[in-house]
């Protein structure tokens, strides 16, 4: 009968708790985040720093590397896409690492695996040295990619977590970005040794950083889940409603044993697992990152200058990032997700209209430009939304008890599709670029209709309160 009582329906959380809760958002939203908050989420996702710069190393370094080494197209094509098969790896061990050691451990784990990696490359004379170098920073990447929104979700207040979590895709941009950048004046040895700076900069930090208290709540170090809390809240702050609610709600799901991957294909957990697997799909067979990769044979392909496009996305790229951060716990994941699809949507087709006029031979003056403002649009458009949120919304709608194997599963789910696109764009822009880009577009238009009927507003809601409304049945006893 007392299990009953526990039952968490997304009702539930609407009486005198959420009013308590909410009169206590209220005093947070009034004074600035504690310092180690900042600082705890600033260690993090330098993490996400990591992982942008590792994306963004083998465009700058391939003329270096082919020279020195003497590799061939082949070789290096492998060098380039070896990363996301370590990322694969690394996001199916990730969940597991960081429900049983901790998230902490686990970013200190990936980055072992990154610094080991970035060394491997930059000492290398051979090319399988690359390949390994690559293979460990792409594990490390796969962990990272995991680990980083999830600790920055489980530590932050909720009406502070999407815009600090988003910021996880901010660093990323700008890890990619700086990296091109030094890319162009720097060797590729040194750029790789660089490449270590933010890997140690965070393993360093770790120690001296408090552990999410919905991990040690989970298993079940009560005492110290509080002090974690009440230091990430600050030395004066209120935290007795928000740990009730943690330990209420972990206590309720200690009754539900750890979920394998199969063991997710349950009924409780449906809603969840479509809405995660469902954005992280769409998101990469949306084109981005065949347009990312290749972004400078589209360019040319349209006649436009590739290296002026390239420049122009980038400073496109990281100002409409930053507006998503700010907007996120204004306007909400919902409008920011369907303003971000329905520009993605229209950017590509701007594209393929480009490049129907061109195998037309008409408007030739006007093509290359279509082409330029298309891809444009779409990028800007994927940075505001769809870049970042989707990693935002996995973080929040996971019970704890599952959320390990849950988020190895997204998180394989998305490398994996992105592996697919790298792969396939090239073929399919030489099938026929107006088709390819038609094709993104319809994808694009899908998630619209997506996210219109199945993603969840999570804005303003603690992760109790948006698991429990997602999975009304994972808490029954």
């Known amino acids: 009968m007392e299990s009953k009582s526990m039952v968490m329906e997304p009702t539930q959380f609407s009486s005198p708790l959420l009013s308590n809760v909410e009169g206590q958002s209220q005093n947070i939203n ?45 070789e290096y094509s492998l060098f380039g896409s070896i990363l996301t098969i370590g990322a694969m790896i ?23 695996f990154c610094i080991v990696g970035w060394l491997a490359i930059a000492f290398s004379k051979v090319a399988w040295w690359l390949y390994v170098g690559r293979v460990l920073v792409g594990c490390g990447m796969g962990i990272l990619s995991y680990v980083v929104p999830v600790f920055v979700a489980e530590i932050t207040p909720k009406n502070l977590r999407g815009a600090f979590t988003a910021i996880h895709q901010l660093m990323i941009c700008c890890g990619v970005s700086l990296t091109y950048l030094l890319g162009a004046y720097l060797n590729w040895r040194i750029l790789a040794l660089i490449g270590t700076i933010p890997c140690l900069i965070q393993f360093l930090s770790l120690p001296f950083l408090p552990e999410s208290p919905r991990w040690l709540a989970k298993i079940g170090n009560m005492e110290r889940s509080e002090s974690a809390l009440q230091n990430l809240r600050g030395k004066n702050a209120d935290i007795c409603e928000e740990a009730t609610e943690i330990r209420e709600y972990t206590e309720s799901l200690q009754q539900q044993k750890e979920a394998s991957i199969i063991g997710l294909f349950q009924m409780q957990y449906l809603k969840s697992l479509t809405v995660g697997i469902g954005l992280m799909i769409l998101q990469q067979f949306g084109g981005v990152n065949g347009i990312s990769f290749y972004a400078t044979s589209i360019f040319i392909s349209a ?43 229209i950017g590509c087709f701007l594209a ?30 994927f940075s505001l939304g769809m870049g970042g949120i989707p990693w935002v919304i996995m973080s929040e709608i996971f019970p704890i008890n599952v ?54 507003e999570t804005k303003g809601l603690t992760l109790e309160e948006v698991q429990a409304s997602l999975n009304p049945y994972s808490t029954k006893g």
């Not at 969940?95 to 980055?111: K, S």
Request: glycine share 10%; with cysteine.
């Open 30 to 74: 009034c004074s600035i985040p504690p310092p180690i908050l900042i600082l705890s989420t600033l260690v993090a996702v330098f993490g996400s720093y990591v992982f942008g710069s590792a994306v963004g190393y083998s465009s700058p370094a391939q003329y270096g590397i082919m020279d020195e080494l003497n590799l061939g197209v082949a």
């Open 90 to 112: 690394g996001a199916i061990v990730s969940g597991r690492i960081a429900d049983y050691a901790g998230r902490r451990i686990a970013m200190a784990l990936a980055e072992i």
């Open 303 to 345: 006649g436009f200058s590739g290296s002026i496009g390239t420049i122009a996305m980038v400073v496109v790229q990281i100002p409409m990032t930053a507006l998503g951060v700010l907007l996120m716990d204004k306007s909400g994941r919902r409008p920011l997700l369907l303003v971000s699809a329905s520009g993605t949507c």
């Open 403 to 456: 959320k390990g194997s849950a988020g190895s599963l997204v998180t394989l789910v998305s490398w994996l599709c992105s592996w697919i696109i790298s792969y396939a764009f090239n073929f399919l822009m030489n099938l026929s670029s107006t088709g390819t880009f038609l094709i993104f577009s319809s994808i694009c238009g899908l998630t619209v209709i997506f996210i219109a009927k199945l993603v969840p």
């Open 352 to 381: 393929a209209l480009s490049f129907f006029l061109q195998h037309l031979h008409k408007l030739k003056e006007v093509s290359p430009i279509l082409a330029l403002v298309g891809v444009l649009v779409y990028t800007g458009s």
